[in-house]
T-cell receptor
């Protein structure tokens, strides 16, 4: 069973379009994250949710809007896609935010290419 | 400002040639330092967590150590399957933010 899954795995789209990426974890974790990994492989946190509540919101354009319908799901919606949004987006989860066990478990990534 | 710097950026080793990767960090307070391995086209995979200076963790050919300013990932007698990008991350005890370094790309040649 996949612990953290993301769909789609690949996403190719035109500039200006709106797209969504979905993430699900079956680990029973309380906290979920979205990261962006650029072409230089730098992994930067974008958002974090704990029990469906937003707790970390980095300096990310407001075209990016996360939504957590329940503890096991964290989706990322991107409006008006730009060329610079091309990257790999990783979802991750951890047992609890600020707790003793903070290991993060990552999904396989969604490769977004904006043309 | 919190910062994590990894060196070298890339490393090529012959099979069996031991070496160390460095992760230097600057945080207001360290809640934990994490090492991950990332294979091409995959998400990072957890290796170790270190919480306090002097702590060491081992797993197969890997050993992670921690001081107040840096961590080392020692690779003993590496094999080609150890080839990957190794990422270091720190958690700031004040902000709880998770900050990743840019990674070390390791290639082990047979």
């Amino acid at each position: 069973d996949t612990a953290v899954s993301q769909t789609p795995k690949y996403l190719v789209t035109q500039m200006g379009n709106d797209k969504s990426i979905k993430c699900e974890q079956n680990l029973g974790h309380d906290t979920m994250y979205w990261y962006k990994q650029d072409s230089k492989k730098f992994l930067k946190i974008m958002f974090s949710y704990n029990n469906k509540e937003l707790i970390i919101n980095e300096t990310v354009p407001n075209r990016f809007s996360p939504k957590s319908p329940d503890k096991a799901h964290l989706n990322l919606h991107i409006n008006s896609l730009e060329l610079g949004d091309s990257a790999v987006y990783f979802c991750a989860s951890s047992q609890q935010f600020g707790g003793a066990e903070e290991t993060q478990y990552f999904g396989p990534g969604t490769r977004l290419l904006v043309l | 400002e919190d910062q994590v710097t990894q060196s070298p950026e890339a490393l090529r080793l012959q099979e069996g040639e031991s070496s160390s990767l460095n992760c230097s960090y600057t945080v207001s307070g360290l809640r934990g330092l994490f090492w991950y391995r990332q294979d091409p086209g995959k998400g990072p995979e957890f290796l170790f967590t270190l919480y306090s200076a002097g702590e060491e963790k081992e797993k197969e050919r890997l050993k992670a150590t921690l001081t107040k300013k840096e961590s080392f990932l020692h690779i003993t007698a590496p094999k080609p399957e150890d080839s990957a990008t190794y990422l270091c991350a720190v958690r700031d005890s004040g902000t709880y933010k998770y900050i990743f370094g840019t990674g070390t790309r390791l290639k082990v040649l047979a």
